[in-house]
């Protein structure tokens, strides 16, 4: 199995401008989070699906963030307009959950590097 | 609210000696603890999880936790650290639902 699987490695945007980041989970989970990283606020659960569906987005920052997962094999989760704040790096994961019980260790992607100019 | 405390922000030690990272935790009802590696430009790599039975778990390159209720810590254990072992450090925790809460991290520094 590949992992998880994220794209781009890097992204270098100007303000104002959508960015999309993608994800391919590994294939059989059927939970797959979003996360960003940054220095002054560390790692931040930004949605969640199950099995495709969004169960929580609370953590979403704002209306400029969307997320889809149009499959069990793809999400993404766009910026739009992008701001310099925005600039962090996003982690996809994937994992089995069950309705209720997280019991199982994420396989995390190698990130997305945004950088918003 | 579950919450998770990492109270070093880094930790330095010898190549050869023992290596601890320190994790509390603060979540109602049982909780499920986790730790994660990362290293440098890459994700985070689970490392062991702690759900029930044996409070002592043993996880992945050596490492292992101890789940300890009274005192609410999940301290990660590795009796000889290697200069491999270099990176940053995560504990998380989940109060039985979906939502892993990460601490801070604690970075670790092995010398040779």
């Known amino acids: 199995d590949a992992g998880v699987i994220q794209s781009p490695r890097h992204e270098v945007t100007e303000m104002g401008q959508e960015v999309t980041l993608r994800c391919k989970p590994i294939s059989g989970h059927n939970s797959l989070f979003w996360y960003r990283q940054t220095m002054m606020r560390g790692l931040e659960l930004l949605i969640y699906?199950?099995?495709?569906?969004?169960?929580?987005d609370s953590g979403m920052p704002e209306d400029r963030f969307s997320a889809k997962m149009p499959n069990a094999s793809f999400s993404t989760l766009k910026i739009q307009p992008s701001e310099p704040r925005d600039s962090a790096v996003y982690f996809c994961?994937?994992?089995?959950?069950?309705?209720?019980?997280?019991?199982?260790?994420?396989?995390f992607g190698s990130g997305t590097r945004l950088t918003v100019v | 609210a579950q919450s998770v405390a990492q109270p070093e922000d880094q930790v330095n030690v010898a190549e050869g000696n023992p290596l601890t990272v320190k994790c509390t935790y603060s979540v109602s009802g049982n909780p499920y603890l986790f730790w994660y590696v990362q290293y440098p430009n890459r994700g985070l790599q689970f490392l062991l999880k702690?759900?029930?039975?044996?409070?002592l778990v043993k996880g992945s390159y050596g490492f292992e936790a101890e789940f300890n209720k009274s005192q609410t810590s999940f301290h990660l254990k590795k009796p000889s650290a290697l200069v491999s072992d270099s990176a940053l450090y995560f504990c998380?925790?989940?109060?039985?639902?979906?939502?892993?809460?990460f601490g801070a991290g604690t970075t670790v520094t092995v010398r040779a």
């Open positions: 998380a925790v989940s109060p039985n639902d979906y939502k892993l809460s």
């Open positions: 699906f199950n099995n495709n569906v969004p169960i929580d």
């Open positions: 702690y759900i029930t039975g044996d409070n």
């Open positions: 994961a994937s994992s089995f959950i069950p309705s209720r019980g997280a019991d199982y260790g994420y396989t």
